[in-house]
């Protein structure tokens, strides 16, 4: 990193996001983690006096599988950026009719259903215990839903329940209908462990997710392709760009005076005696747990 890079709002999505009118300072940097690398480098820019940090979740090209993400880099990397609130971008598949292709959605809930993922930046002798009753930052999602709402020609849906699953394969048909039943509204493959390592490094996390098909439960429309998601991602892009620059007006100038806990989420969590948190530990969760350490 050079002359100390910072950005209040991290933006995880497609690489071409930060292909945006009105983006200055445009400059890339590439940020060391005690995770590992992040998905790729980051751009970094300034929107209506907000500085801005975007990471290719995918990596550029779409190298990683929702699998191979390393979403823990990725977090680690926006937090030491300095950003506070965190927009995942993201496709999904509908499990509702009313949730068209090309609809957008603020999600509220999520099911985790995947099983090969790491979701905690802490272990090796350190034991966090965080709340996820609200995946989703209750006061950053109403944020970007009222930014999402204003778009005229889009149809924006607030609240659902997003169950991620595993991939990189789409559901079956059966699995599509056992989602429906237990009251998901739509599906995809990467909110787990955004969310939760969001919520570990305490900060407000929120997605909009553009519908791109009906899954493979809609007997009368086009079982779901690859083809499909992406054309249909591809035309949603230019809306993420305009909720983004909506949504830069909206931040509160201070998050302290938010009403969430999201920044405050490990106050009480740390379950560890702190005598016997090793300084290789403290040095390793520094980022994450000096303000509570000492």
């Not at 940090?53 to 926006?78: D, K």
């Not at 056992?178 to 407000?204: S, V």
């Not at 997605?207 to 009906?214: K, L, M």
């Amino acid at each position: 990193m050079t002359d100390s890079p910072s950005a209040r709002l991290g933006i995880i999505g497609g690489s071409g996001l930060y292909s945006m009118p009105g983006l200055a300072d445009v400059r890339e940097v590439r940020v060391e983690t005690p995770y590992g690398d992040p998905s790729d480098a980051i751009t970094l820019g300034t929107l209506s006096g907000v500085p801005l940090a975007f990471l290719p979740r995918h990596g550029r090209g779409h190298r990683l599988t929702p699998t191979e993400i390393p979403v823990r880099a990725n977090i680690y990397a926006l937090k030491s950026l300095g950003v506070e609130w965190v927009l995942a971008v993201s496709a999904v598949g509908s499990l509702r009719e009313d949730y068209k292709p090309l609809d957008l959605v603020v999600p509220d809930q999520i099911f985790d259903r995947t099983k090969s993922r790491v979701n905690t930046f802490f272990g090796d002798g350190v034991v966090v215990h965080v709340g996820f009753a609200e995946p989703f930052c209750p006061h950053f999602r109403g944020i970007v839903y009222d930014a999402a709402r204003t778009l005229p020609d889009v149809q924006t849906h607030q609240g659902g329940t997003l169950v991620t699953i595993e991939g990189p394969q789409f559901s079956t048909k059966a699995e599509s209908r056992i989602y429906r039943q237990l009251g998901c509204d739509i599906i995809g493959m990467t909110a787990i462990p955004e969310a939760k390592l969001a919520r570990e490094a305490e900060l407000c996390y929120a997605a909009v997710a553009s519908v791109t098909d009906y899954d493979v439960w809609h007997e009368s429309a086009e079982a779901v392709t690859v083809e499909m998601v992406v054309s249909n991602l591809q035309h949603n892009v230019a809306n993420a760009q305009r909720i983004i620059r909506d949504l830069v007006t909206r931040l509160p100038a201070d998050r302290g005076a938010s009403t969430c806990d999201c920044a405050h989420a490990l106050e009480n969590a740390i379950q560890t005696d702190r005598a016997s948190i090793t300084p290789q530990a403290r040095a390793k969760y520094s980022l994450l747990l000096d303000k509570y350490l000492g």
